[in-house]
């Protein structure tokens, strides 16, 4: 789900070109800025809850800053309390709740400030489990879906996140490094290079982006078959091995209304005629000043986990033309001064005898893939 806060930074600057292209640049009151943004459920299931708190920044300053330092609990309405704890990124988080589904629960919030917010006591929500997720091939990519059912018919609105993780490699593989002066860090020579893998296998992790939601309403049976994913024809993410998991909410209908014009909102930016913030009203309030305005819903929902793995073998031929031209270098430092920055050596061509006379290299992200991942091998990947 695209976090709200950068939803609601994007939301607040509005750029209008008259015919001259001059800039509009509209006279909104700073009291509706630095708004407080309140993201995730509580989660009724096994596992961990979440809460995020951050702040908009004003019309000029679209930054986006955690709210730090903040006491969050979730409070029951039998007059149980569950205290999170925060983390330098605004998140506030309890690994696991004991609810009873009898009862009403919560959020309360005191920021450093000290003001309070508090969400709608709302009840415990059923989340029926993810029958399945399945995949095609469309359009030379690959398309993703979930599957979910309801045989009560009483869920009918869904929210879904998704983390995806894949395994890459480096177009090139690299057997030399630069040799640097221990002293001045200049680069003197070659060297070659320990562990080859190090710089060329990898992992990548995302969160979700877009605002994913369904709905059955309008269909006799509680039942969900929707596009959740496509990745594009011969991109990164099937190049090796693909792994994704997939989160499901059930949502009440006003939730649903609530992200529903969220995403309308983040769809049709970018006119003074579309909805503006100010509309996305949602179930929490500021207790001390009830003309604040608070960005959030917060629901009490059990979450429910699916995952699948996608090998390059299903796809194949999936193989991504990246542009990386290599260079031929001569081994002498004056030659080597330019690339030292861009470039990172492969292996040699030519040699007089032992000794290597020029060498191939490519840029830094054709061959160093940690610059967009991590070499750290995830725990669950087989």
């Not at 059912?149 to 009918?156: A, C, P, R, V």
Request: glycine content about 6%; proline content about 5%; charged content about 20%.
């Amino acid at each position: 789900m695209k976090k709200i806060n950068t939803i609601v930074a994007a939301m607040v600057i509005i750029l209008m070109f008259a015919h001259c292209k001059q800039v509009y640049d509209p006279q909104i009151a700073a009291a509706n800025t630095r708004l407080l943004v309140v993201e995730g459920f509580i989660n009724s299931g096994a596992g961990s809850t979440t809460i995020r708190l951050s702040r908009t920044g004003d019309f000029k300053d679209t930054a986006i800053r955690p709210e730090l330092g903040s006491q969050v609990n979730i409070e029951g309405g039998d007059g149980s309390k569950f205290a999170l704890a925060g983390n330098a990124n605004g998140e506030y988080s309890i690994s696991q709740l004991t609810l009873i589904n009898s009862v009403k629960y919560r959020l309360h919030i005191r920021t450093t400030n000290g003001k309070e917010y508090i969400s709608a006591y709302t009840p415990v929500r059923y989340t029926p489990p993810i029958d399945s997720i399945s995949w095609q091939r469309e359009n030379d990519g690959v398309q993703i879906y979930v599957n979910t059912h309801d045989d009560q018919n009483s869920t009918k609105y869904y929210l879904w996140t998704y983390t995806e993780t894949w395994e890459f490699h480096s177009p090139y593989l690299s057997y030399l490094d630069w040799q640097r002066d221990p002293v001045t860090h200049d680069v003197t020579d070659l060297m070659g290079r320990m562990n080859t893998d190090s710089i060329y296998k990898c992992w990548k992790t995302q969160n979700s982006t877009n605002l994913l939601l369904g709905s059955s309403e309008k269909l006799g049976i509680d039942k969900i078959f929707l596009p959740i994913r496509y990745i594009e024809p011969m991109s990164e993410e099937l190049s090796v091995r693909y792994y994704i998991e997939l989160r499901q909410y059930a949502l009440s209908h006003e939730a649903y209304l609530f992200y529903q014009k969220l995403k309308k909102n983040t769809e049709e930016l970018g006119s003074l005629f579309d909805p503006q913030p100010s509309e996305l009203q949602g179930n929490i309030r500021c207790a001390t000043d009830p003309n604040e305005s608070v960005i959030g819903y917060v629901e009490v929902s059990k979450e429910e986990k699916a995952n699948i793995f996608i090998a390059n073998s299903e796809v194949a031929p999936w193989v991504p033309s990246p542009n990386c031209p290599k260079k031929i270098i001569y081994n002498d430092p004056d030659s080597m001064r330019s690339y030292v920055s861009d470039y990172i050596p492969l292996q040699g061509v030519t040699y007089r005898g032992l000794a290597i006379v020029t060498f191939s290299a490519a840029p830094s992200l054709c061959v160093d893939c940690t610059l967009r991942g991590t070499n750290l091998k995830p725990s669950f990947w087989p």
